[in-house]
């Protein structure tokens, strides 16, 4: 009889550990990894300092549990966008289909959303813990866009694709130029198209 509650519990400690990482993500893009202390996390959280440590040991812990809620958003952009791709093709319409891409690589807003986001991933890259995450996380991104890259039959892997997305946000944030239609342009100039 006990079981089952005991189960409910686990549940409300997975989701409470789970809001806990978004926080932390959430801090790791606005302000940048160096901000990221468990009592920052439970003011971000809403929740006790206590719930921050209990959950997350060290701040290592913390930091890769945001990597790892990072890439999973990351994920879930990119299945969202796949779910909801045209049917279309390189060929028939490439405009379309870099759109498809690049939407897929960026997150979500404006060009100062995208900037605070790479600014941010790259400071990540400096902790351990978070870097792990990301590259854990990224096999689930290629795998997704790899499905998307066959769907729209780009030349490009998906592995190319990212680095030429990456490549003109790093090259349109720099210059000032707009962030999407560079990404988009970037991957039709490699495509040939």
Known sequence: MTQPAQRGVRGKGARRRDELARAAATLVL??????????????????????????????????????????DAWADRARAVLAG?????????????????????????????????????????????????????????DAVLA???AQVGAPTSAVVTTALVDGAVVTALTEQRPVRETARALLLEAWGA
């Open 30 to 71: 606005r302000d940048g990894p160096g901000a990221l202390t468990h009592r920052r996390v439970a003011v971000e959280a809403g929740a006790s300092l206590s719930a921050t440590t209990y959950y997350f040991a060290s701040l290592d812990d913390l930091a890769a549990a945001a990597g790892h809620a990072l890439a």
């Open 85 to 141: 791709a045209p049917s279309t093709s390189v060929r028939e319409d490439p405009a379309a289909a870099a759109r498809v891409l690049s939407d897929a690589v960026l997150p979500a807003g404006d060009d100062a959303e995208v900037r605070s986001h790479y600014e941010h991933l790259l400071g990540a890259g400096r902790h351990p813990g978070v870097a792990s995450a990301f590259a854990a996380g990224r096999a689930v991104v």
């Open 147 to 149: 499905e998307l890259v």
